[in-house]
């Protein structure tokens, strides 16, 4: 066993969607059976993204940001709008399988 009490036992798996894997090994043998319960969350590529916002002075726009869940697992999104005149709810949740829309809004107090 290479001088420890450890054993190595290396798992790949590719996933197709981000989302929470779980599964279970059961190691047996004549005297033990051992159960591991394994779980494995895999994130997104982190994707860029870039809104432009054309409005005339004074008037307020709404963009409606479309957010989809395919995981296994609800989400609850915490916005952090940074920069003037940008609102948005501070929270966004998204069940299983459903598409939420974000609204961004853009409410310009001058010209720029």
């Not at 008037?59 to 989400?75: A, G, K, L, R, Y």
Request: proline fraction near 7%.
């Amino acid at each position: 066993l290479g001088g420890g009490d450890t054993v190595e036992f290396p798992i790949k798996f590719t996933p197709k969607h981000a989302g929470c894997y779980r599964c279970q090994i059961i190691l047996k043998s004549s005297c033990d059976i051992r159960v591991y319960e394994i779980e494995c969350v895999v994130n997104a590529e982190k994707a860029d993204g870039q809104l432009e916002f054309q409005t005339p002075a004074y008037q307020t726009v709404t963009q409606e940001i479309p957010i989809s869940n395919m995981s296994s697992q609800d989400w609850r999104f915490e916005a952090i709008l940074e920069g003037q005149c940008f609102y948005g709810p501070p929270v966004i949740n998204v069940c299983v399988g459903e598409t939420a829309q974000y609204p961004l809004t853009f409410k310009p107090v001058a010209e720029c």
